[in-house]
């Protein structure tokens, strides 16, 4: 078996989303299928490309390898097919992608920007592979996030847009000891057993682990769980408690309390090609995704993520 482009989407999607349900149902496959079809490549490459657990997948050090490799690849036929199609193209739809609900709210409102020009929405887990489509032009906008402290690059065709800054909050059972407390001290739930998402390509879960670091310990990860509701579940049930957003659904047994001194801050972004219609707008874009941020309330009365004015 030759490897071919295909193959290698499938690699970086399984390494996106670190989970082969969650990548056999973003390619509409099933899973026994898609696990056959990862055997092949791994036959074809000489080794395997992922540890396989529990907790889903990732990548050994061959796949780093072949991961490295495999994206330039991509990227570069991606440039190669969107330079192909601009090609004396006037724009007949705007795709806008990203996570969380600002995405679709944000389309709602971009035909006061762009009139009479349809808009096209997806939404997906992986901050990373959103900002990569907009690298490879298969979206002109992209609602993104990231972490503070991380630099986002300034070369290339990509312009960003940073939009709000958000303190991330912990989420614990209603009758934890600290629960009755305003804001919590990440050093106090050092004992705890926390429930953390899996990576998201833009600095997840390593900034939660280097604040915990900060904060003298090191935390016990007994689950990594991509569903919410499984993990306010655990929450509720006393056997978990979890690092969330502000929006995170209290009530039922589940509190949701800031962080003393925002250790960990999360970062709201669109995310553009210098070259796509949305640059010659951006500024008018962003000002209405920072007015979308600026209403939206948070669960529990507490301030929704604090917009950043240019």
């Known amino acids: 078996m030759d490897l071919e482009l295909r193959h290698l989407r499938t690699i970086c999607l399984l390494a996106d989303t670190g989970s082969v349900t969650r990548a056999a149902a973003a390619l509409s496959t099933s899973q026994p299928a898609l696990t056959t079809q990862l055997q092949r490549i791994e036959r074809e490459v000489g080794g395997p490309l992922f540890h396989r657990g529990r907790s889903g997948v990732r990548p050994t050090e061959l796949g780093e390898f072949v991961l490295v490799r495999a994206r330039a690849v991509l990227l570069s036929m991606d440039d190669l097919l969107h330079d192909i199609t601009a090609r004396g193209a006037s724009p007949s739809t705007l795709r806008v992608g990203g ?42 906008l992209g609602t993104t996030i990231d972490y503070v402290d991380r630099d986002l690059p300034t070369d290339g065709p990509l312009a960003w847009a940073m939009l709000a800054v ?5 989420a614990l059972w209603s009758e934890h000891p600290l629960a009755r407390e305003t804001y919590i001290r990440l050093e106090d739930l050092a004992e705890c057993p926390w429930a953390l998402t899996p990576p998201d390509g833009t600095g997840w879960p390593e900034c939660f682990y280097l604040a915990c670091q900060r904060a003298g310990f090191s935390p016990q990860v007994p ?30 047994g589940v509190v949701v309390r800031q962080l003393e001194g925002a250790p960990i801050q999360l970062r709201h972004l669109l995310v553009w090609r210098r070259d796509s219609p949305v640059d010659q707008a951006s500024d ?12 939206t309330p948070s669960e529990g009365g507490r301030p929704a993520a604090r917009p950043v004015r240019p």
Not at 110 to 139: C, I, M, Q, W
Not at 284 to 295: G, N, S
């Open 223 to 252: 689950y990594r769980l991509y569903e919410r509701s499984e993990i306010r579940d655990l929450i509720a049930d006393r056997r978990a408690i979890a690092p969330c957003q502000a929006d995170f659904e209290s009530g039922r």
């Open 166 to 170: 958000d303190p991330l909050h912990v």
């Open 99 to 140: 996570v969380g609900p600002l995405t679709v709210e944000l389309s709602a409102r971009l035909p006061e920007v762009f009139p009479n020009v349809p808009v096209h929405v997806r939404t997906e887990y992986s901050p990373k592979l959103v900002t990569d489509l907009v690298r490879a032009g298969r979206l002109d």
């Open 284 to 295: 008018r874009v962003a000002r209405l995704a920072r007015e979308l941020l600026d209403r």
